[in-house]
């Protein structure tokens, strides 16, 4: 199906341990983000990509590295877990700059760190 | 540095009333604002954009106005059903910018 998967949905690792949180879209959008969310904090911005081989960083990138090989994909590693990475990590997908487009979002991964 | 604040954080209204939820950002050169809402274990769900040019945006029951010099967005929701419980965020999209920040939203709660 078309639109921005997701995987895993669930994740537990324990704390030092390098974990890759995938992201992949069907639209061939241009931009792509990683948000976390956290009780109290809302959706913060970890890092985005406004095409492939372009990234940029967040409010929150400490502790995380992306890539953008691919148009399509965007995932998102962890190089040494922490546990206050604990939380719900979303990627969401836009069409492009300039354009009044909305923003699309995966279901999410939780991610438990240990 | 832009900040999104959305006021009250979590909101209870009777079935069928009418009702609004309050976003307010700090700076005022934004180049769109949107409304997501969210259901619990979900992601976000795109209900409205609006351009920096424009004041209002409908699609249903929902209408969402604009005041870029205030600062303030409202949705407004009509004739509220159990279904639209949810939580409601706004984002803005800074002007000249690529980022999209987002207030911590409203938990809105229709009793049957």
Same mark, same amino acid.
């Given at each position: 199906?078309?639109? $921005?998967?997701? *995987?895993?949905?669930?994740? /537990? +690792?324990?704390?030092g341990?390098q974990?890759?949180l995938m992201?992949?879209?069907t639209?061939?959008?241009?931009?792509?983000?990683?948000?976390?969310?956290?009780?109290?904090?809302?959706?913060?911005? $970890?890092?985005? *990509?406004?095409a492939?081989? /372009? +990234?940029?960083?967040?409010?929150?990138?400490?502790?995380?590295?992306?890539?953008?090989?691919?148009?399509?994909?965007?995932?998102?590693?962890?190089?040494?877990?922490t546990?206050?990475?604990?939380?719900?990590?979303?990627?969401?997908s836009?069409?492009?700059q300039?354009?009044?487009s909305?923003?699309?979002?995966?279901?999410?991964?939780?991610?438990?760190?240990? | 540095?832009?900040?999104?604040?959305?006021?009250?954080?979590?909101?209870?209204?009777?079935?069928?009333?009418?009702?609004v939820?309050?976003?307010?950002?700090?700076?005022?050169?934004?180049?769109?604002l949107?409304?997501f809402?969210?259901?619990?274990?979900?992601?976000?769900?795109?209900?409205?954009?609006?351009?920096?040019?424009?004041?209002?945006?409908?699609?249903?029951?929902?209408?969402?106005?604009?005041d870029?010099?205030?600062?303030?967005?409202?949705?407004?929701?009509?004739?509220?059903?159990?279904g639209?419980?949810?939580t409601?965020?706004?984002?803005?999209?800074?002007d000249?910018?690529?980022k999209?920040?987002?207030?911590?939203?409203?938990?809105?709660h229709?009793?049957?």
């Amino acid at each position: 199906d078309a639109g $921005i998967t997701q *995987s895993p949905r669930y994740k /537990i +690792t324990e704390t030092g341990r390098q974990v890759t949180l995938m992201c992949h879209q069907t639209w061939s959008h241009s931009y792509m983000f990683w948000y976390r969310q956290d009780l109290g904090h809302g959706l913060r911005l $970890i890092y985005y *990509s406004a095409a492939a081989d /372009i +990234t940029d960083k967040g409010e929150v990138p400490d502790g995380y590295v992306v890539s953008r090989s691919k148009t399509e994909n965007f995932p998102l590693t962890l190089e040494s877990a922490t546990r206050s990475q604990t939380s719900v990590y979303f990627c969401a997908s836009q069409w492009g700059q300039g354009t009044n487009s909305p923003l699309h979002f995966g279901n999410g991964t939780r991610l438990t760190v240990t | 540095k832009q900040e999104v604040t959305q006021i009250p954080a979590a909101l209870s209204v009777p079935e069928g009333e009418n009702l609004v939820l309050n976003c307010s950002f700090t700076d005022s050169a934004i180049y769109n604002l949107q409304w997501f809402r969210q259901d619990p274990g979900k992601g976000l769900t795109s209900l409205l954009l609006i351009q920096s040019s424009q004041r209002e945006q409908t699609s249903g029951r929902l209408n969402a106005s604009l005041d870029k010099s205030s600062g303030r967005s409202t949705l407004y929701i009509a004739a509220s059903q159990p279904g639209d419980s949810a939580t409601y965020l706004c984002a803005v999209k800074v002007d000249g910018d690529d980022k999209i920040i987002f207030g911590k939203g409203t938990r809105l709660h229709i009793l049957p």
